[in-house]
T-cell receptor, first 113, second 113 residues
Framework: DGGITQSPKYLFRKEGQNVTLSCEQN?????MYWYRQDPGQGLRLIYY???????QKGDIAEGYSVSREKKESFPLTVTSAQKNPTAFYLC????????????FGPGTRLTVL | QQQVKQSPQSLIVQKGGISIINCAYE??????FPWYQQFPGKGPALLIA?????SEKKEGRFTISFNKSAKQFSLHIMDSQPGDSATYFC????????????FGSGTQLTVLP
């Protein structure tokens, strides 16, 4: 099956702990994205990467970090500096700059206790 | 700063009726306008998209109407079905090198049987 996988589906962490969310794609897409979804606010861009070993901050990057060491993987770390980390996190990918469609993974719901 | 405003926040339609969701944007540099459909607990999936050089695009029961001068676009779902019950997001893509998507806040559609 081709697509984007995010794991785990549900994640619980204690306040003050860093946590890493996994995103893997086997679509051979160059670009990958992380969004945060909160009720009533739509999707907000956290970080994006257009090629391996390069990534850029999105609109709400504070308290988050990413890496892009492999084309198929784009993990997101939610650090203790993120003031309100409880949210639904979505990873997406796109073939390249000249293409239009972003494909989304199934998401990870993070709850910080 | 929200650059894409979506309304209504929620919509209830009878089976067979027409569902209409509206979006307005501010940035005239946007060059691609997709609509995404999201079911609970899932990632969004591209439904239909339009470019600003056309005023309407139809795919099956789904139609986008685009008014460039008013900076508005809307999604029409004809013959709405209970299976269409989902959250719908409009989005707009910037024309810069990053070509990021800016999402509206979402509309929760419920189609009554």
């Amino acid at each position: 099956d081709g697509g984007i996988t995010q794991s785990p589906k549900y994640l619980f962490r204690k306040e003050g702990q860093n946590v890493t969310l996994s995103c893997e794609q086997n679509l051979n897409h160059d670009a990958m994205y992380w969004y945060r979804q909160d009720p009533g606010q739509g999707l907000r861009l956290i970080y994006y990467s257009q090629i391996v070993n390069d990534f850029q901050k999105g609109d709400i990057a504070e308290g988050y970090s990413v890496s892009r060491e492999k084309k198929e993987s784009f993990p997101l770390t939610v650090t203790s500096a993120q003031k309100n980390p409880t949210a639904f996190y979505l990873c997406a990918s796109k073939a390249g700059q000249s293409t239009d469609t972003q494909y989304f993974g199934p998401g990870t719901r993070l709850t910080v206790l | 700063q929200q650059q894409v405003k979506q309304s209504p926040q929620s919509l209830i339609v009878q089976k067979g009726g027409i569902s209409i969701i509206n979006c307005a944007y501010e940035n005239t540099a946007f060059d691609y306008f997709p609509w995404y459909q999201q079911f609970p607990g899932k990632g969004p999936a591209l439904l239909i998209a339009i470019r600003p050089d056309v005023s309407e695009k139809k795919e099956g029961r789904f139609t986008i109407s685009f008014n460039k001068s008013a900076k508005q676009f809307s999604l029409h779902i004809m013959d709405s079905q209970p299976g269409d019950s989902a959250t719908y997001f409009c989005a707009a893509r910037g024309a810069g090198s990053a070509r990021q998507l800016t999402f509206g806040s979402g509309t929760q559609l419920t189609v009554l049987p």
